[in-house]
């Protein structure tokens, strides 16, 4: 969500700096033509063009990024893995939410979730136990082995074998 943030703040940073620059060049401009200074209506030229085309372009992603982090507080902070709910809980559509997931995962806004069926999210499990092979005694054969006790799936034996978990 970190990173997410950073983004969102640094978009509103650029958008305002844009909004900003569109005023000070109209400015710019008037006092550039009128004093005779054709650097500052050069300055204030580009200043209102940025302004004016890229300003409503850079609010328009600061939007879309608040719909962004709104999506990814609902799960990381409100612990909601259904998309359903998550569509109920923002007044979106589910098919909006699934989008919206996606593309956080995409991006590695959203890690340590499975997207399961395209309908919720499954917390990675990191602790799991680790497959240990074993050669079966009796019969040689190579065995995976997850659990403290199990039998040979080839001549059947029974086996106490421990396996070992991630550090």
């Known amino acids: 969500m970190k ?3 950073q983004s969102h703040t640094k978009t509103l940073i650029f958008a305002l700096l844009l909004s900003i620059g569109f005023v000070l060049g109209i400015l710019g401009i ?3 033509a009128v004093n005779g ?3 500052l209506l050069v300055i204030g030229i580009i200043a209102t063009v940025m302004g004016f085309y890229g300003a409503p372009l850079v609010w328009i992603r600061y939007g879309e990024q608040s ?3 709104a999506v990814l507080e609902c799960i990381e902070i409100d612990n909601i893995f259904v998309l359903d709910d998550i569509a109920n809980n923002l007044g979106k559509k589910p098919r909006e939410i699934l989008g919206r997931v996606n593309y ?3 991006k ?3 890690t340590g979730y499975l997207l399961v069926d395209q309908k919720y999210l499954k917390p990675i499990e990191e602790n799991k136990e680790v497959v240990v092979t074993h ?7 190579t065995l995976s082995v997850g659990e403290n006790i199990s039998s040979c799936e080839y001549c059947g034996a ?3 074998i421990h396996s070992k978990k991630k550090a």
């Open 104 to 106: 956080l995962i995409s």
């Open 135 to 141: 050669k079966c005694p009796y019969c040689g054969a």
């Open 30 to 32: 008037i006092f550039g």
């Open 67 to 69: 719909s962004y982090l």
């Open 37 to 39: 200074m054709t650097w």
């Open 3 to 5: 990173k997410l943030k």
């Open 158 to 160: 029974k086996l106490k």
């Open 108 to 110: 590695r806004y959203l």
